[in-house]
T-cell receptor, first 110, second 115 residues
Framework: GQQLNQSPQSMFIQEGEDVSMNCTSS?????WLWYKQDPGEGPVLLIA?????ELTSNGRLTAQFGITRKDSFLNISASIPSDVGIYFC??????????FGEGTQLTVNP | DTAVSQTPKYLVTQMGNDKSIKCEQN?????MYWYKQDSKKFLKIMFS???????INETVPNRFSPKSPDKAHLNLHINSLELGDSAVYFC??????????????FGPGTRLTVL
């Protein structure tokens, strides 16, 4: 399957700081999805991106689909303690979901 | 009201046993999935069923056998459990087969511990 690299693997930040994480691949994708997983729960979709260059916001979250269709980033502004969790990117190509990124573990210190 | 439910939430069993995990979705979705999340939190798809038919079958030992009695249920049966099977297993569903606007909804997960 495709190689999907997500970074950073973990982040420790202070409440109020902005956060940025990204996913890159050697392959071209049709869709990028970003999920958040709270401790002990299943992943929940945050943002879906369908077109190269697309920039989408969801509250304090902003994500972009790279122009080359090989990367995407997720930004969280003014972080709060409930932002704690694991953030995953997921790629979709050829109409079937196959690969998640390795996840970014976010810790927010109050 | 739970959209995607899994049972049990926790499963502790001995090596060599056979166990099943059940998944049900009440969203009217056509596609259901099983994912395995290992100790490093890496999520990997195992199977996908669309209208009770297998459409994705990743490289998974044949000790794992999914069964879909109807499109609202996708159960996972595991034979001869091994220590390496310990993980959290997530069920998910989506409206279609993943083209463009299909959001996946995940269940709460089943934490399997093999002793």
């Amino acid at each position: 399957g495709q190689q999907l690299n997500q970074s950073p693997q973990s982040m420790f930040i202070q409440e109020g700081e902005d956060v940025s994480m990204n996913c890159t691949s050697s392959s071209i994708f049709n869709t990028w999805l970003w999920y958040k997983q709270d401790p002990g729960e299943g992943p929940v979709l945050l943002i879906a991106l369908y077109k190269a260059g697309e920039l989408t916001s969801n509250g304090r979250l902003t994500a972009q689909f790279g122009i080359t269709r090989k990367d995407s980033f997720l930004n969280i502004s003014a972080s709060i303690p409930s932002d704690v969790g694991i953030y995953f990117c997921e790629e979709e190509t050829s109409g079937s979901r196959l690969t998640f990124g390795e996840g970014t573990q976010l810790t927010v210190n109050p | 009201d739970t959209a995607v439910s899994q049972t049990p939430k926790y499963l502790v069993t001995q090596m060599g046993n056979d166990k099943s995990i059940k998944c049900e979705q009440n969203l009217g979705h056509d596609t259901m999935y099983w994912y395995k999340q290992d100790s490093k939190k890496f999520l990997k798809i195992m199977f996908s069923y669309n209208n009770k038919e297998l459409i994705i079958n990743e490289t998974v030992p044949n000790r794992f056998s999914p069964k879909s009695p109807d499109k609202a249920h996708l159960n996972l049966h595991i034979n001869s459990l091994e220590l390496g099977d310990s993980a959290v297993y997530f069920c998910a569903s989506s409206r279609g087969t993943g083209i463009n606007t299909d959001t996946q909804y995940f269940g709460p997960g089943t934490r399997l511990t093999v002793l």
